[in-house]
Each structure stands twice: as structure tokens, then as C-alpha cells.
């Protein structure tokens, strides 16, 4: 089961807004309403921002938003605060032997 | 208060065996699947077991597949990866998750241990 593929970087000024796409295959994110995106500041565990493509957990800001076009997922974030630059990783249930996989990961860098 | 606390990491030599615990407090562990995340050191996040609320669905990532065992205690509330022919490729931090919906949302997540495998 191959990573998910994510672009290296994006950066965006306060502000602003930016998209991070996730893309897989048919028997990932494609297959199923299953991406989840998780943000991860250095040293820290990661926190689940998104699930179930577009799902909210209670406590994340609504500047979080996710969705889904065939085989890529999209994490947009509004208003970027200095407090957003962190990794940011999609990952996605699959249909294949093993259970799920990651993406390879997004550095947010707010200028 | 949801906590996950790893325990059992350290440093042992390639071909060796560890395992590690993961103690959950705060919430009915038993009615919710597990799973075991690894992050290589400046890398990104590797998906490596999962095992649900009654133990009757387990799988793995490719990587640690016949080498790696999750396992489960609900009246310990407490989870297991007890890992085998450790390999220099297995270095990582260790993290266990809980999944909200059994479909890899992990909600909450430990803080970590940090495995070595280095002669």
C-alpha cells in the first residue's frame, strides 16, 4: 500500500487561504467517505482536524474544512493564523489487505 | 479526561523483540478500536496495526506483517504491540490512537515512546 501523495509545502499569509490536496487511488479515497487530517506541530503528537472527509471534532476551529473530488482529498484552511503552520498528514481507510495509510505529509509555513 | 500513555520503548539491538503498552483512562476503552501509529525520526506518519473493541478484527501495515502483534486487555484497559525481528527500519516513535468511528479517525493519541533498534 503506497503513502497517499501530498505536496511537500504550502505557505500562505495571514489571512489568506490555502488548500492541501491528498490524492490516492480507487480502493483509498476514492472508494470511501473515510479521509481523516491530522495536524502535527513539532514535538507533538498529531490532532485529528478532519474526519469522514468533512467532519469537524468538537473543538476545531471552523476555518478547517474538508472534501472530496474522486480520488483527491482537500483540506482548506480560511483566515491562516501564525498558530496553523505545522505538518499537516491526510490519511484514508482502504479496502486493501492491510487497514489504512497515510498521506506523506504537508508543511504549512505562514509567511 | 481521555489519556493514553505508551510505555515499553527503549533501545535494543536488530533481531530483537520489544513490547510495548499503551494505558487508556477516561473513557470505556472497550468500546473502541485501537491502533498503533509510528513516525521514523523527520518523517512522516506510518499506519501499523489496528485492532477492534473486542479483539476479532485485527490487521497491519505490509512493513511489520508476521513480525509485529497487536493485542488487547479490556479489563486492563491497556493495549500491546509486542514487536519481533526488530529491523534498524522500525526506529520511530510509537504512538497509540483511538479511533472514533473504526475507520482510522484517531481522535486522541498518546504522547509516544521512542524505539531504537541499533547495535
Known amino acids: 500500500q503506497s503513502a497517499l501523495t501530498q505536496p511537500a509545502s504550502v505557505s500562505g499569509s495571514p489571512g489568506q487561504s490555502i488548500t492541501i490536496s491528498c490524492t490516492g487511488t480507487?480502493?483509498?479515497?476514492?472508494?470511501?467517505?473515510?479521509v481523516s487530517w491530522y495536524q502535527q506541530h513539532p514535538g507533538k503528537a498529531p490532532k485529528l482536524m478532519i474526519y469522514?472527509?468533512?467532519n469537524r471534532p468538537s473543538g476545531v476551529s471552523n476555518r478547517f474544512s474538508g472534501s472530496k473530488s474522486g480520488n483527491t482529498a482537500s483540506l482548506t484552511i480560511s483566515g491562516l493564523q501564525a498558530e496553523d503552520e505545522a505538518d499537516y498528514y491526510c490519511s484514508s481507510y482502504t479496502s486493501s489487505s492491510t487497514r489504512g495509510v497515510f498521506g506523506t505529509g504537508t508543511k504549512v509555513t505562514v509567511l | 479526561e481521555v489519556q493514553l500513555v505508551e510505555s515499553g520503548g527503549g533501545l535494543v539491538q536488530p533481531g530483537g523483540s520489544l513490547r510495548l503498552s499503551c494505558a487508556a483512562s477516561g473513557f470505556t476503552f472497550s468500546s473502541y478500536s485501537m491502533n498503533w501509529v509510528r513516525q521514523a525520526p523527520g518523517k512522516g506518519l506510518e499506519w501499523v496495526s489496528y485492532?477492534?473493541?473486542?479483539?476479532?478484527?485485527?490487521y497491519y501495515a505490509d512493513s511489520v506483517k508476521g513480525r509485529f502483534t497487536i493485542s488487547r486487555d479490556n479489563a486492563k484497559n491497556s493495549l500491546y504491540l509486542q514487536m519481533n525481528s526488530l529491523r534498524a527500519e522500525d526506529t520511530a516513535v510509537y504512538y497509540c490512537?483511538?479511533?472514533?468511528?473504526?475507520?482510522?479517525?484517531?481522535?486522541?493519541w498518546g504522547q509516544g515512546t521512542l524505539v531504537t533498534v541499533s547495535s
Open positions: 490512537a483511538r479511533d472514533l468511528s473504526g475507520k482510522l479517525a484517531l481522535d486522541y
Open positions: 485492532i477492534s473493541s473486542s479483539s476479532s478484527t485485527i
Open positions: 469522514e472527509v468533512s
Open positions: 480507487s480502493s483509498d479515497v476514492g472508494g470511501y467517505n473515510y
